[in-house]
């Protein structure tokens, strides 16, 4: 294809999807697509597809609209939705890549901003425009990158933007400090929070949609030295659920993982600092177990997945619906199986226990540094220690480390690649060097010797010790072995781990 075929196409997509708007195309069941075409050579060709339910005279009028012939493919109402999303979604990335590559567009950008009256109403779309497409955009770009949260941090002299990226704070842009008030505010109004409120924290919630993708955004503001500081945790209720297997545990690891969660009661935690998987971890364990026969119930903060055949609860503080006052009602639900989100306290500990111990199983998570103590945990928080000995059957300590980037990783020795790999850092990789995490496990089993010792009230590390001498592995020597398979580095397991073996 010639390059004036190319930039005519590009001119054609680039005036379609400027103008033309996602909820036109889905209302009058359109879309441009590029495709590639076999002819003496493989070539791209624009041509608007469309569902049976399109009217002629509007698929007419896209066609005077883009000056020029063009070809109608009629396609499936699944699959043209799924056209819309995609060729929408490029489109965005595209004008992100543009703005990140050419310092030109950063300025026009500052000065849009900069133009906004900061006296302006919020509300009033056509002075806040500048400031509602900066947030968007934002928004967008965290949800392209797969972030977990977005923080705007206000400081002396701007408002700083960062998003966590596999577990580290990147930067993404810095805002100018006089329009600082107008974006932070904009995100409460979204939030549906109380924007004169700037003194107290305070929680909002709200949602936005991305193609098929639909994100649950939790706000946060609190007052900060240089303004109100806010984090969006951002979750995805599309994103798909995992499989054990799929989570990085070694065979043996999810052997012995896998027959612990088929007993017919009993306690089983996961724990680990936050954001290291351990309700992904427990999602997993879940969609293992036979719901068909048996009452699944949770208690969640959030609820984060949607599973199919369980009950699922969303604790709520200001309405009294703790994790204790749940866990009370959930045993009035005739439950074969509960999920506690976390156990925070004495009374939620207590009753966890009990309930294990009265013919449930029973799965919570902890923040411990190990799987050894999340037992001691346990006894600092009153619970008798016969009772913890007679009711807990494993502890699995988890965190994930970031996986190398597949596309610029290189051995560290090319003569000998198992001594472990490095990665230099690519476009791909946003010169990380790593892209994606993956899970290392310590997977404590509760056998007689390790409930003598609780009864005893022995210390973490006597339990650790037996544990050990019985064959489970240390959070580090899992990760060493994603060292030697080539799937992180020494650095980053490291990293994740140090405060486990202190």
């Known amino acids: 294809m010639s390059d004036q075929a190319d930039a005519d196409s590009g001119s054609l997509s680039h005036r379609f999807f400027d103008r033309v708007s996602i909820d036109l195309c889905r209302r009058e069941r359109f879309c441009l697509q590029s495709v590639s075409r076999l002819d003496d050579t493989v070539k791209n060709v624009e041509v608007l597809v469309h569902s049976q339910d399109a009217k002629p005279f509007v698929l007419d009028g896209i066609r005077r609209f883009l000056g020029k012939p063009i070809e109608k493919v009629l396609v499936g109402d699944l699959e043209l939705e799924q056209i819309i999303n995609s060729q929408y979604e490029s489109f965005r990335m595209g004008k992100l890549v543009e703005r990140n590559e050419d310092p030109a567009s950063q300025d026009i950008i500052q000065a849009q901003l900069q133009a906004v009256d900061s006296e302006s109403d919020l509300l009033q779309a056509q002075a806040s425009a500048p400031v509602i497409d900066l947030v968007n955009r ?34 993404l842009e810095k805002i100018p400090k006089d329009i600082q008030d107008e974006v932070l505010a904009r995100i409460k109004v979204a939030g549906r929070m109380d924007i004169a409120e700037k003194r107290l924290p305070q929680d909002g919630r709200a949602t936005v949609y991305l193609g098929s993708k639909s994100i649950d955004l ?73 719901t068909t026969q048996r009452n699944a119930v949770t208690l969640e903060d959030p609820i984060e997945y949607q599973l199919e055949g369980i009950s699922q609860t969303q604790i709520n503080l200001k309405k009294g619906m703790t994790f204790a006052s749940g866990l009370r009602s959930v045993l009035r639900q005739d439950p074969d199986i509960i999920m506690v989100g976390e156990i925070r306290d004495t009374e939620t500990a207590a009753m966890a226990v009990q309930a294990s111990l009265t013919g449930h199983l029973v799965f919570s998570t902890l923040h411990t540094n190990d799987a050894a103590s999340a037992i001691t945990r346990l006894l600092d928080l009153g619970i008798e220690p016969y009772l913890v000995a007679s009711s807990l ?49 310590e997977l404590l089993l509760v056998d007689e010797p390790i409930r003598g010792l609780i009864t005893r009230s022995s210390h973490a590390s006597a339990i650790r010790e037996h544990a050990v001498s019985q064959g489970m592995k240390l959070l580090a020597d899992s990760g060493e072995e994603k060292v030697l398979a080539g799937l992180t580095s020494h650095e980053e397991v490291q990293r994740v781990t140090l405060r486990s073996s202190l």
């Open 218 to 290: 939790r706000i946060a503001s609190m007052p900060s030295s240089f303004g109100e500081r806010i984090v969006i945790r951002l979750l995805d209720k599309s994103a798909r659920l995992y499989q054990l297997p799929e989570l990085g545990m070694d065979s043996e690891t999810l052997s012995k993982f896998r027959t612990a969660i088929t007993v017919e009661h009993g306690l089983i935690l996961v724990t680990g600092p936050t954001g290291s998987g351990k309700s992904t971890t427990l999602y997993a364990a879940l969609k293992e177990l036979d």
């Open 393 to 441: 059957v494993s502890v699995l300590a988890q965190r994930l480390v970031r996986q190398l980037c597949e596309k610029c990783k290189q051995p560290l020795d090319l003569q000998a690649p198992s001594l472990g790999w490095r990665s230099k850092g690519c476009q791909s990789c946003r010169n990380l060097g790593y892209s994606g995490r993956i899970g290392i496990y």
């Open 138 to 171: 934002i928004l967008f770009e965290a949800i392209q990158q797969k972030s977990s949260d977005i923080h705007f941090q206000p400081q002396q002299d701007a408002l700083l933007v960062r998003i966590r990226m596999d577990g580290i704070l990147v930067d």
